[in-house]
């Protein structure tokens, strides 16, 4: 990220110092009121000196700040894009910080694993379902950054009655593999009258023990 603008303005604040180029002295003495220096560092205040925000100079510093208001039980505790940047402009400033939210909650791994929209079935009409174990929804979370044993995606089967959820890491999303996981648990808990899935036509034909085990 490029911070210069903001080290200039330090420097003004500090002893006045601006740049030689006079198009930079006129930004820089126009965005001047809205910073003010507290122990050596650069903070934004905003024109009506109401916020006291620790303008952020680094990808480092940036890094923590994203861990402080997203990752960390207590402080951030992973709450959304909305809740992230609630947190983040209480303390904090860079102008990117927008983009750079989004991508960091995007690309957050336990967001994944937790978001709704993925890990429940999606259904287009209402389904019928009367007893436990006797509609499933199937979902395949993933890519995620790989682990120690190389799994990179997490199979889920949802109990559309009970929304009892069987999670299953993959190494990869091939019908094979999809195949052997859900057959062991539908050898595990028994049959089931039907399973929903968003996965494509093509994949749903390939997984074909799952198909024989399931109660038409
Ligand atoms: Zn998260």
Redesign the pocket.
């Given at each position: 990220m490029d911070t210069s603008i903001y080290n200039e303005i330090h420097d003004f604040l500090l002893n006045g110092e601006l740049p030689a180029i006079e198009q930079k002295r006129r930004k820089i003495r126009r965005m001047a009121p809205n910073y003010r220096l507290k122990d050596n560092r650069l903070f934004y205040t905003g024109p009506s000196m109401q916020s006291m925000r620790l303008v952020v100079m680094s990808e480092e510093e940036k890094k923590s700040v994203l861990m402080e208001c997203?990752?960390n039980p207590g402080t951030g505790n992973?709450n959304g894009v909305r809740g992230t940047r609630n947190r983040v402009v209480a303390g904090y400033y860079w102008p990117t910080l927008n983009q750079d939210i989004a991508e960091w909650?995007r690309c957050?791994h336990?967001?994944q694993m937790n978001d709704p929209i993925k890990t429940v079935a999606p259904t287009l009409h209402p389904i019928k379902v009367k007893e436990p174990w006797e509609v499933l929804g199937m979902d395949l979370i993933g890519p995620l950054p790989e682990t120690r044993l190389g799994n990179r995606y997490v199979l889920t089967m949802t109990d559309l009655y009970t929304k009892w959820v069987i999670a299953e890491p993959l190494k990869s999303k091939t019908a094979a593999e999809v195949s052997a996981v859900m057959t062991s648990k539908l050898y595990m808990f028994g049959m089931v009258r039907k399973i929903i899935t968003d996965q494509g036509k093509e994949f749903v034909n390939q997984v074909k023990f799952v198909k024989v085990l399931v109660v038409p």
């Amino acid at each position: 990220m490029d911070t210069s603008i903001y080290n200039e303005i330090h420097d003004f604040l500090l002893n006045g110092e601006l740049p030689a180029i006079e198009q930079k002295r006129r930004k820089i003495r126009r965005m001047a009121p809205n910073y003010r220096l507290k122990d050596n560092r650069l903070f934004y205040t905003g024109p009506s000196m109401q916020s006291m925000r620790l303008v952020v100079m680094s990808e480092e510093e940036k890094k923590s700040v994203l861990m402080e208001c997203h990752n960390n039980p207590g402080t951030g505790n992973h709450n959304g894009v909305r809740g992230t940047r609630n947190r983040v402009v209480a303390g904090y400033y860079w102008p990117t910080l927008n983009q750079d939210i989004a991508e960091w909650v995007r690309c957050c791994h336990r967001c994944q694993m937790n978001d709704p929209i993925k890990t429940v079935a999606p259904t287009l009409h209402p389904i019928k379902v009367k007893e436990p174990w006797e509609v499933l929804g199937m979902d395949l979370i993933g890519p995620l950054p790989e682990t120690r044993l190389g799994n990179r995606y997490v199979l889920t089967m949802t109990d559309l009655y009970t929304k009892w959820v069987i999670a299953e890491p993959l190494k990869s999303k091939t019908a094979a593999e999809v195949s052997a996981v859900m057959t062991s648990k539908l050898y595990m808990f028994g049959m089931v009258r039907k399973i929903i899935t968003d996965q494509g036509k093509e994949f749903v034909n390939q997984v074909k023990f799952v198909k024989v085990l399931v109660v038409p």
